[in-house]
């Protein structure tokens, strides 16, 4: 332990403390714009700096492990006159136009200038004297330059979290700045949409593109039909942007918010899950069947998940001959898609032209996703506008609904219906979960042999992890599985699936099955929950949605009545001919640069 | 205070062909006596910082690992400063062999030259040097290889921790201190960064003596420097001198008698006008210098200088840090502004705080030492900036 004080405080903490999280154990908070729990520490933004007595220069507290006998002051005079230069800095070089800005509210620069009251901007205004642009040609991401204030935390954020280094720092001195490789807009690079930069970014600079007026514009359209379908991890974060605790689930009251926004019809992605599950495991059965029993040198194993559109455009760029390892299956809100102006059209009697289908999502690929060419299978564009769980709460606010007080409603009958399996899509290994409660029993005609249906093995925080199960006493059909130890591997964040698929790719792994979710976290870490982020947050969030699932009656896709019910009406049967027409997709080559 | 006269020394660029036998020597020497004589001798680096050279060996010699490192800084990217090329031009050797005595005393197998871009053409006679060096140091059973490096062109890369990142093929940006190069350098492994300058001393003590050596010099600034003298001289280029003389002294001997201040240390050092020259000392108890001495005389207008200087180190910033990379750019604006009349004189007073943040605050040396010319030239020559 080292003994240390800290505004005159004496305390002991353990070793490599740095002095910042020292402080915090005081309950001290000391400002910091650069710092990020999941990121390596940058030391750069200098606002976090503290003094040592008997030190002339500062120390960055972020960036500054404690030592014995320091003593240490939070709050100087000699730090806040520093501070308070360092922030008008850094608005000298910002485009503060905090009205007119996406961030406004939640940001944390505008937090810092609030507390500090840095009214008085004495140093000369740096924006008129640069050509800062605004890149708004990515379907998912806006990136602002005039409003990055170089703390690296996104290019941290793609680099160590996600492997995909999209952003780089480019150019040295007073034209330093945050760039994509060649400066090319962000739609030409190899960024994944995946919106885990925007998470934390602690200001406007990048932020997702918002379609919040053109879904008020549908909702306002009298000849329109607006359906809308929420993924299973909005409903276990929308709650902390409007008013309540980090892991509180709201289903009820997000549909009831739904319903009073004006959607025509509320309905549920995790219906879609549950259907995912039947095609998903249907074709691991499949390709299982023909590797094992045909002998079919052409069936590509490791099967791996498709759920993830940030996964996808990865594996796209990154590992492009692995593609034939990926499921056709599109995602679920691409299943919803392509089903709204299909089978529920024809069910509710509505001309497909004349429905808008939109989707709120904890995700910014989504939105990417939903404007791809191969996304038109219904005849129309599936799903038309994408939001985040941050624009919906947007439009909440808009629209004056006070959310803590709303009574819970329930989704639509019809499409509206689910499990607890599809809810756990939203956790990192939740597929896997889901697809071995189905395929399990499917096969043997028992139920997963865990306690209470909780795989617990595939569960956690782990970045890559591995189960495996053994397959006895199985059905006739399924005899060629007797015995057969299906070898798993779950990985999120893309960094994560990079080392897994390198493992694939060299043939060190032998695995029949991967999920990979692109967010640390799964789809409850993704990219457009709400910000902050944090180990902490994310691990609330996930006892939340394991709480849900437990908490339905219903807790295996099989048994969704309206699965079964879709396959006898409209779709025939798992991999059949109308489920590739609508469900299955295919997926391209893209390059690195 | 001690000071010494004006003195000429010729130690440094002395022939070589000793190195080997006295390289020699002390392989058959405890480590530990050389490290404890290198302490006494009082020698600091002379890349600029001045932190105690045989301390620096001890740490990385007491450091554990299964791997250490030995580079030298020959990135000399400091406006003004020509030594160190001159030094590899005529005495690569000694270098070299101050280097394989550092990897000798701390345990490091491996040394790296990291070479200044526009100097890259002196690397066929160096990687000669260091071809025949290889070969000599295995005959006298010393694990040793030298290899070269070469740099980017950034100011910036001469930065020990920059330099570091931009040999593992990163961005040329400083580290976080701690941990420093000793414990944790290229590669994550104890490394030893020294001066060009710096080696070649260590090799003339273990040549003389530090008792000899000790002799030349002050208490806070031992031994000898070499100085790359410009600007309004009668003489310019590089001159060998006896540390601790007065900087009267100096412009007697180089100023061309017109003298009105004198940058000592180059961009990141100190201005010093003439009413002050009697008390300054160059050396580390006065005004360290890296070796860059800048005469200027009545016909300079020393706006034009910190004009300059400024317009320099917003250029030559990383940009990482918000003090170093806002900063710069403010300075640089601010007397702009008080120069065309569109801020009051009373702004520089504004802007002497902004220079006093920066060298408490800013991440690394560079933006720590872009007070020095601002505040310095400031209180100096406040009118000159004005008017
Ligand atoms: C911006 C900046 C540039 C530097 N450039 C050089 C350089 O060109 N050569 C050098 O030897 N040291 C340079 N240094 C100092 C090095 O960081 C380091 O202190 C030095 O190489 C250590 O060697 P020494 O102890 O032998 O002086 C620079 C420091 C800073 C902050
Ligand atoms: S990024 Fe933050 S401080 Fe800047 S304009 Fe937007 S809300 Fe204001
Ligand atoms: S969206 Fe994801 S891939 Fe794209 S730049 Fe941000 S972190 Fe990188
Ligand atoms: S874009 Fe955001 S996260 Fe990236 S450097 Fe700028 S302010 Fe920081
Ligand atoms: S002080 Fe300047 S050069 Fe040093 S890290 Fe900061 S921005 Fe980079
Ligand atoms: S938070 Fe410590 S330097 Fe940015």
Redesign the interface.
């Known amino acids: 332990m080292i003994n240390l004080t800290i505004n005159n405080i004496p305390l002991s903490v353990e070793e490599g403390t740095t002095v910042l999280d020292a402080a915090r154990q005081l309950n001290l908070r000391i400002p910091t714009l650069c710092y990020h729990e999941d990121l390596c ?7 976090c ?1 503290v003094e040592q007595v008997g030190m ?3 120390l ?1 507290s972020c ?3 404690v030592r014995e006998n320091m003593q240490i002051l939070t709050n100087s005079m ?1 730090v806040r ?2 501070r308070k ?2 922030i008008e ?2 608005l ?2 910002h485009n503060s136009d905090c009205t007119k800005c996406y961030k406004n509210g939640n940001c944390e620069l505008q937090t810092m200038a609030n507390e500090y009251r840095t009214g008085n901007h ?3 205004d ?1 924006i008129p004297l640069k050509h800062n642009k605004v890149d708004v040609s990515s379907p998912s991401i806006m990136k602002d330059d005039s409003k990055c ?2 703390c ?1 935390r996104c290019v941290r954020t793609c680099a160590e979290l996600q492997g995909v280094n999209a952003l ?2 480019a ?6 700045k945050i760039s994509s490789f060649y400066d090319k807009p962000m739609h030409e690079v190899v960024c994944t949409n995946c919106g885990q930069c925007i998470n934390r970014c602690p200001t406007g600079a990048l932020v997702e593109r918002n379609y919040i007026e053109e879904v008020w514009n549908a909702i306002y359209d009298p000849t329109k039909h607006v359906a809308v379908q929420t993924a299973p991890a909005v409903r276990v974060a929308l709650g902390e942007e409007l008013g309540f605790e980090v892991g509180e689930r709201v289903t009820g009251k997000m549909v009831a918010a739904l319903r009073r926004l004006g959607f025509n019809s509320v309905l549920d992605t995790d219906f879609t899950a549950d259907l995912t599950i039947m095609e998903e495991g249907t074709e691991l059965l499949t390709r299982l069947k023909k590797a094992l029993v045909d002998k079919d040198q052409s069936v590509t194993l490791p099967m791996t998940t498709s759920c993830s559109p940030g996964w996808i455009k990865f594996i796209e760029h990154t590992y492009p001959n692995l593609l034939p390892n990926v499921s056709t299956c599109k995602s679920p809100q691409q299943m919803f898609g392509a089903l709204v102006k299909t089978y529920y059209a024809q069910k509710k009697n509505i001309n497909p032209k004349d429905i808008v289908s939109v989707s709120i999502m904890p995700c910014t690929a989504k939105k990417f996703e939903a404007q791809r060419p191969e996304m038109r299978d219904s005849g129309y564009q599936d799903v038309d506008y994408v939001l985040t769980t941050r624009e919906l709460a947007i439009m909440i606010k808009q629209a004056g609904i006070e959310f803590l007080k709303l009574e819970d409603e329930k989704f639509d009958r019809f499409m509206g219906d689910s499990t607890g399996a599809a809810v756990i899509f939203g956790a990192t290994g939740g597929v896997m979960e889901a697809a071995l409660r189905t395929a399990y029993e499917l096969v043997t005609g028992r139920e997963v042999p865990f306690e209470n249906l909780n795989i617990t093995p595939v569960r956690g925080m782990e970045g890559v992890r591995e189960a495996s199960v053994t397959i006895a006493n199985v059905l006739p059909e399924w005899s060629f599985l007797e015995g057969v130890e299906l070898k798993c591997a779950i990985a999120h964040g893309l960094a994560n699936a990079h080392k897994l698929m390198a493992a694939v790719e060299s043939g060190d792994a032998n695995y029949h099955f991967i999920e990979v979710m692109a967010c640390p976290g799964g789809c409850l870490g993704g990219g457009g929950q709400p910000i902050p982020t944090s180990p902490e947050i994310r691990n609330k969030r996930a006892k939340a949605i394991y709480a849900e699932d437990e908490g339905l009656p219903m807790r295996k896709s099989h048994e969704n009545p309206e699965v079964t019910q879709i396959y006898e009406e409209f779709l025939g049967h798992p991999l059949g001919h109308k489920s590739h027409e609508l469900l299955h997709t295919h997926y391209r080559a893209r390059k690195r640069y | 205070m001690e000071t010494k006269q004006l003195s000429r020394v010729d130690l440094i660029f002395k022939p070589e062909g000793k190195e080997i036998e006295l390289l020699k020597k002390k392989l058959n020497e405890d480590g530990d006596d050389f490290i404890l004589e290198l302490i006494d001798s009082g020698l600091k680096g002379r890349g600029g910082a001045g932190f105690l050279t045989g301390l620096k060996w001890k740490l990385a010699r007491e450091a554990k690992a299964d791997q250490k490192y030995v580079i030298c800084n020959a990135d000399e990217g400091e406006p003004g400063t020509f030594k160190d090329r001159e030094i590899l031009e005529r005495v690569p050797r000694k270098v070299f062999t101050g280097m394989a005595l550092c990897g000798h005393i701390v345990g490091a197998t491996k040394g790296y030259i990291y070479l200044r871009a526009e100097y890259k053409y002196l690397a066929p006679k160096l990687k000669k040097c260091m071809a025949d060096l290889n070969d000599e140091f295995k005959k006298i059973g010393l694990e040793f290889t030298l290899d070269i490096r070469y740099g980017s062109g950034a100011y910036v890369c001469g930065e020990e921790t920059a330099l570091i990142e931009s040999m593992e093929g990163k961005r040329g940006e400083p580290r976080n201190k701690p941990p420093f190069p000793v414990t944790e350098g290229y590669l994550n492994k104890p490394t030893v960064v020294n001066n060009v300058e710096t080696f070649v001393n260590t090799m003339i003590i273990s040549e003389i003596g530090f008792k000899e050596y000790k002799k030349l010099g002050t208490d806070h600034s031992r031994g000898m420097k070499l100085f790359s003298i410009s600007g309004d001289a009668v003489k310019e280029g590089i001159f060998e001198l006896e540390l601790g003389m007065s900087l009267a002294d100096f412009v007697e001997e180089f100023g061309d008698g017109d003298t009105k201040a004198v940058q000592v240390g180059g961009a990141s050092g100190f201005c010093v006008p003439r009413k002050k020259f009697k008390e300054t000392i160059i050396g580390f108890e006065g005004i360290p210098t890296g070796g860059s001495m800048k005469i200027f005389n009545s016909s300079r207008s020393m706006y034009n200088v910190l004009h300059n200087y400024l317009d320099f180190f917003q250029e030559e910033s990383c940009g990482q840090c918000t003090p170093c990379r806002v900063g710069c750019q403010q300075l640089l604006l601010g007397i702009e502004a008080v120069k065309r009349r569109e801020r009051p004189s009373s702004y520089l007073d504004e802007l002497m705080k902004l220079a006093d943040t920066m060298k408490i605050s800013a991440k690394c040396g560079l933006g720590q030492s872009v007070g020095n010319a601002f505040v310095s030239i400031i209180e100096n020559f406040r009118e000159e900036i004005v008017y």
């Open positions: 520490i940058a030391g750069n933004c200098r606002v700096v002339r220069n500062l960055a960036a500054t492990p000699k006159q520093a230069n360092i800095l850094l000298s070089e004495i140093y000369t740096l204030i170089r690296q780089a720092v150019h040295k001195g007073h034209e330093m």
